[in-house]
């Protein structure tokens, strides 16, 4: 069974000040625009840190392989790669302090997939969740779609905290009662219980994809999905189990001529015929599901000209998009590739209106990457609520914001290592020959099995997920819900 | 066979292994193994055919480990790619993206290499091999792997040798004729590179290549080949089985390595008659003695 112990990190700007004694910081900006965080690690009042999971497996079958905060930020689902789905639910801010930021804490935990065996092929599929969504609340209950590389599945997350007492046939243990002591007659009332948090199963998607599946995204219209792997993409209806429509399709009639595949892809938060794909060469298609039933031809095609004094053989696997997101505005998309995240206009195809090096250093070592498969590695990027904020992982559990406005970069650290309770962590750099600072890193020391390839921004608040293997770190700015 | 139907179950249609990747690279290592041999013989120990004029093996040893040429770099990018390709074979289907990257990745070099002049089919190699053999072997070579799994037998296989059975695991021999037997272009009419090459040539190279890249597999670098092999579900899939079986091979020569490997696969039938036939020997002569 899992454990659960957050950490909560509160990431605030020079010149704060403590406040007191609990874990509420104050915040003091030096000047506007100063985009220098820093970091405090902090305990909850129980002492407790990290999101730990108690597992016999150790490390490996807890690996985070997702992370993803609902449409409110209330709730943040992580899916593993044992195939669990755990739900951290934010406490309400109490209103006795109001400058207690709520925290997150778990909600629920339940086995989305298990380990299945492919008896045609002779081959395992994996219970690993590779993405999980969630649906736009449209009642009491909230819904989330969780996938792994076959099959999808829609689950639903409902409270109960109330039952009836007080049945005229039953008693309180459930057991008939003997009539003749029934005198008078009783309404059953509903009266206040524990929570319990009930997750079920309602649609399964099964049998839809021959190859892995890499990303699903529920359209705007709440009523399709879509789903897809590496050489299709499948359009689903939420209600309808036993069949989907097949809208992108880029197998080769002769596999030999395989030459890229599709990465990732989302739809447009707004209009709901719209969506995007990337694929493996790093350019990205638009596609209108208004134009035509197959959406094999592209309304937009994003592509950047290679530039050529960069040019190797890893030119193409570097090139590769692993992730792509829409901006909330649904005006630009992010797209992260090996050693960049770029931003694009939907206006502009011809190339990327802002592009942020993450970890540039690694570009004179692709070939040890290539040697050790870390250049195949799938990092995920993410915006913050008002666009203005960018956010990526790297290496060394490090993971990179750009701002947009002010042009600043921050390196940051997630691990328990260099986080000490109510200690205050500093930005990290990493230096690449020549001069060294003090706490630098060196390109050499970086750890490459520590990759923060899943993180997840709140929608509204300055509230940050960061997945680093098995641990989960949730950063609050505490400041605000003002964005930067 | 494919029915493009949108709405249906494709699932059971079709075949989403990575094995033509894998053809893809297998036919690249044929004619590559022309250039390994030449570039990065380790522990051969032979003096180099030098198209660019560096000293020979030893000389390349010692001055291994300063700045290794371009032709050096690339070549063992090259090799490293093909290792990559295939050790595909593990309990859960390889990454599809990763297999297509480095599929390209080989293409690039090969396409380079062509055009520089360096990737020249190698005649001058052969080493007194009887040419008969050759062709038999490239027969079996041509042949898909379908037809393999149905289970023809080969007509021209004479006699097998008694070393057959030390053969590794049915798997691994499977994995490794698929690799092996598919070689031929996938014809000479599919629209790639090897189009510019001359087909024939090519097949009459591919038995010697093969063997080169057994060579080459089992004569890497002992460090690289433990860092390319780390994380590979070793239970799965022994490649120092394969690999001591392969140099238990060597001596069989190289077209009874071919005919050992092909015919495993062919059928199971092939070796069960071959151990009945040893057990009906066994049994013949006991009746005799008796």
Redesign the interface.
């Known amino acids: 069974m899992l454990k659960s112990k957050i950490l909560v990190i509160k990431y605030y700007l020079l010149d704060a000040e403590w406040v007191d004694s609990t874990f509420f910081w104050s915040l003091n900006r030096s000047s506007p625009g100063n985009f220098t965080p820093y970091l405090a690690l902090l305990e909850n009042m129980e002492g407790e840190s990290i999101y730990e999971v108690d597992s016999e497996d150790g490390v490996g079958a807890d690996i985070i392989s997702t992370v993803e905060f609902n449409h409110t930020g209330e709730l943040l689902a992580t899916g593993d790669k044992g195939g669990r789905v755990v739900i951290f639910q934010r406490e309400p801010e109490s209103k006795n302090e109001p400058h207690t930021q709520g925290e997150y804490n778990v909600y629920s935990t339940f086995q989305s997939h298990e380990p299945e065996f492919d008896y045609?092929?002779s081959?395992?599929?994996?219970e690993k969740i590779n993405k999980i969504k969630w649906l736009p609340q449209q009642n009491a209950a909230h819904s989330l779609l969780s996938t792994n590389?076959k099959t999808i599945k829609l689950w639903k997350v409902t409270e109960r905290d109330k039952r009836p007492e007080g049945y005229n046939l039953k008693d309180e243990e459930g057991k008939l009662k003997d009539l003749s002591t029934v005198t008078s007659l009783q309404v059953p009332v509903l009266k206040p219980m524990d929570l319990m948090v009930e997750v079920s199963p309602r649609r399964i998607f099964a049998?839809?994809?021959?190859?892995?599946i890499n990303s699903i995204s529920v359209n705007s219209d709440c009523e399709t999905y879509m789903s897809a792997d590496?050489?299709r993409i499948n359009l689903w209806h939420l209600a309808i189990t036993d069949?989907?429509?097949?809208i992108v399709d880029i197998k080769p009639a002769?596999?030999?001529?395989?030459?890229?595949?599709i990465?990732a892809s989302e739809f447009h938060p707004h209009h709901c015929n719209l969506f995007v794909y990337s694929s493996?060469k790093g350019s990205l298609r638009l596609c209108d599901m208004r134009a035509s039933?197959?959406c094999d031809k592209h309304s937009k095609l994003f592509e950047e000209p290679e530039d050529p004094s960069n040019r190797s053989?890893?030119s193409?696997?570097i090139s590769?998009v692993s992730d792509v997101k829409f901006s909330h505005s649904g005006r630009f998309m992010l797209t992260r590739d090996y050693l960049t995240v770029k931003v694009w206009d939907l206006n502009m195809e011809t190339k990327p209106i802002e592009t942020y090096q993450v970890h540039d250093y690694l570009r004179s070592k692709l070939?040890s990457l290539?040697?050790?498969?870390c250049i195949?590695d799938k990092f995920e990027c993410a915006w913050n609520g008002s666009d203005s904020v960018i956010m990526t992982g790297a290496y060394n559990n490090f993971f990179r914001m750009f701002d947009r406005n002010t042009k600043r970069d921050v390196t940051l650290e997630a691990s328990r290592e260099s986080s000490k309770p109510r200690a205050i962590l500093k930005p990290r750099r990493v230096c690449v020959g020549g001069k060294r600072r003090k706490d630098d890193i060196s390109v050499d020391s970086l750890d490459f099995t520590k990759k923060i390839l899943h993180t997840a921004w709140h929608p509204a608040e300055n509230i940050i997920a960061i997945a680093a293997t098995n641990n989960l770190y949730i950063f609050q700015d505490k400041v605000n819900s003002e964005m930067h | 066979m494919e029915t493009d139907d949108r709405e249906g179950n494709r699932m059971w249609e079709e075949d989403s292994s990575h094995k033509h990747l894998l053809d893809v690279s297998s036919w690249i290592n044929c004619i590559v193994a022309s250039k390994t041999t030449k570039d990065t013989m380790f522990a051969r120990g032979i003096k180099r055919k030098c198209f660019d004029g560096e000293e020979d093996i030893e000389g390349t040893l010692a001055g291994f480990k300063s700045v290794p040429s371009y032709n050096l770099q690339r070549q063992s990018l090259l090799d490293m790619s093909l290792v990559k390709l295939q050790l595909c074979h593990m309990l859960v289907e390889p990454n599809l993206c990763r297999s297509v990257l480095i599929a390209n990745t080989v293409r690039q070099i090969q396409e380079e290499m062509t055009q520089d002049g360096t990737w020249q089919v190698i005649n001058a190699q052969n080493t007194g091999q009887a040419s008969l053999d050759r062709l038999v072997s490239s027969d079996i070579l041509c042949r898909s792997t379908k037809e393999q799994n149905e289970g023809k037998l080969v007509p021209s296989y004479s006699g097998f040798s008694k070393d057959f059975e030390n053969t590794p695991s049915q798997d691994i021999i499977s994995d490794l004729s698929t690799v092996t037997s598919v070689q031929a272009p996938r014809n000479p009419q599919s629209n790639n590179v090897w189009e510019m090459e001359n087909s024939q040539e090519n097949r009459g190279n591919f038995q010697k290549s093969l063997d080169q890249i057994f060579e080459t597999l089992e004569n890497k670098n002992p460090n690289s080949v433990e860092d390319l092999f780390s994380d590979v579900d070793n239970s799965y899939y022994d490649l120092d089985t394969v690999l001591t079986g392969m140099m238990n091979n060597t001596k069989m020569g190289h077209c009874d390595v071919l005919e050992s490997f092909s015919s495993q696969t062919t059928t199971n039938s092939n070796s069960n008659c071959k151990s009945d036939i040893n057990e009906l020997d066994h049994i013949v002569e006991i009746l005799v003695e008796s």
């Open positions: 045609l092929k081959l395992e599929i994996e590389d049998n839809g994809h021959t190859y892995h590496d050489l069949r989907s429509f097949n002769n596999m030999e001529d395989l030459t890229e595949v990465t493996s039933a197959l053989f890893f193409e696997i590769s070939c290539y040697e050790n498969d195949f």
